[in-house]
Each structure stands twice: as C-alpha cells, then as structure tokens.
C-alpha cells in the first residue's frame, strides 16, 4: 500500500490494487464469481443512488455513493484485464484523450464563446472522429442516445440533441402551448374509440419532459422529488389512518383526501 495518503493518485492505486486482491485466487468468492452481466444491476443501481444523495443527501452521503459507482467502474475493468481485453489505465487513457480532442476551445486553438457553441462542437467532432476510424457516420446524430435508457432520460437527450442544430421550440410559452394542444388530443382520444390513448398519451408526457428541459429542470430528478413527496404524503396518511385503527382500503377516498391535506400543511 501507498503510505503517502495526501496523494490522490497513490489512494487510487491502492484501490485498484485491493479489488485485483478481492478477485485473485484467495480472495473472495463473491467478488470472484462477478462478471460484467452479473454487476449490471448493482451499476445501474449505483447511478441512481448517486443522483438521490446529488437530490437530497449531504457530502458525506454523495461522498460515500460516488465511492461506490467509482467502484463498479474499477470492478468492470479488473474483470475485463484479467481476460486480458483492457485495464483501468487503458480506461483513463481513452476519457483523457477524448476529452482534450473534445475540448479545443480549451486545448486547441479553436473558440467557443458560450455553452451552446460547446455542444454544437461536440457533435461535429463525434462525427469527425467516426470518420477518422472508416467507420460510417450514424444515420441520425440520436443514434447516439441509447434505447436502454429510462422513457424520461431517453427523451430529454433526445430533444437536447435535437436542440443544438436549431430544432427546438423558441421559447416556455411555446412549449405551454404544445402541453394544452397535446391534452385537448388526449381528450379527444378518451372521447373516441379509436385507441389512440397511449398513443397521446406518450406525446403529452414527451411535451412535459421538453417543458421541464427548457425551464432548466432536469425532468428524472423533478419526477423523483415529486415520487418522494408522494410517499412521504402518503405515509403519513397511512400512519394516522392506523393510529385511528383502520387501514387505507377500509378508509374510503374522502378520509385519505383529508388526510393528505393534513400532511401537506404540515
């Protein structure tokens, strides 16, 4: 182990050298039984617990989940040095190298006067660098949006993307608008039976998400505060109701309402 415990690099070393120990012959079973299929899950789950301590915990909580994504991406990469495909260096090296060919503005002679003009850039070395690999340029720049995303996630990159070539509504009001007119559809749809409801259904919650990004609101974490809000809510009315020795099923709709506005006040 690195005794020099100030230096970031050498704590990082000792960490990869420890989950290489973890996964040697002698070290855990568990952690030698992992494979990339295996820790699936646990990475997606370590993302998400990320961005709840980011939401609603303190440093010490996103210290700590930070501590336990990093861990997946070393994990990943020791299982796949050991089949002897790449290692955490190889990683490093690629983000590092991307990033400085990514950023000219700051590495290059090249200029950028404001985050738009970033983003635009972005897309045009991505496809550049296609080019320089033989590979063919993607059939449409949201085939870099993945299809394994959350519904939410999926259309707000999506319509980012979308947004810095120019294809994007001018301003809220205009989104406003598109939120009513895509509602008076789904009304339309309720009152029909041509079986268009999902079909409107998902235009209306594709709006709201375009909504949400043009107020600057990330539209998955406004919907998990908002899931958060509900089962706070909802607790406490579960908790009264069972101090009142009854149940939500036996309550009826009008007790629980009034009790969800109790909970709101307080």
Not at 111 to 136: F, P, T
Not at 189 to 217: P, Q, Y
Request: charged share 35%.
């Amino acid at each position: 182990m690195s005794e020099d415990r100030t230096d970031a690099g050498g704590r990082f070393r000792d960490f990869v050298a420890l989950i290489a120990r973890l996964r040697a012959p002698g070290g855990c079973p568990w952690d030698r039984e992992q494979t990339h299929e295996s820790l699936k899950p646990m990475t997606i789950e370590e993302a998400y617990e990320v961005l709840e301590a980011i939401d609603d915990g303190g440093d010490a909580e996103l210290r700590g989940e930070l501590g336990d994504l990093l861990l997946q991406v070393v994990f990943h990469s020791q299982i796949a040095a050991e089949a002897g495909r790449f290692d955490i260096g190889g990683v490093i090296d690629h983000v590092s190298e991307k990033m400085v060919r990514r950023h000219p503005h700051v590495f290059g002679g090249a200029k950028a006067e404001s985050s738009g003009e970033v983003l635009r850039n972005w897309e045009a070395l991505k496809a550049e660098e296609l080019r320089a690999k033989g590979d063919r340029p993607a059939d449409s720049m949201l085939d870099g949006v993945s299809r394994g995303l959350p519904a939410v996630m999926e259309a707000f990159q999506m319509a980012t993307k979308a947004s810095r070539v120019g294809f994007d509504w001018p301003d809220v009001p205009s989104v406003l608008a598109k939120l009513d007119e895509e509602t008076a559809e789904l009304r339309e749809a309720m009152a029909g039976d041509h079986g268009g409801v999902a079909e409107e259904m998902g235009d209306l919650l594709f709006s709201a998400v375009n909504l949400a990004r043009k107020l600057g609101v990330d539209p998955e974490s406004a919907l998990k505060a908002a899931n958060r809000k509900f089962r706070r809510r909802f607790r406490y009315v579960e908790e009264k109701l069972r101090e009142q020795g009854t149940t939500p099923a036996d309550a009826g709709l009008e007790r629980m309402d009034a009790l969800w506005d109790e909970a709101k006040s307080s």
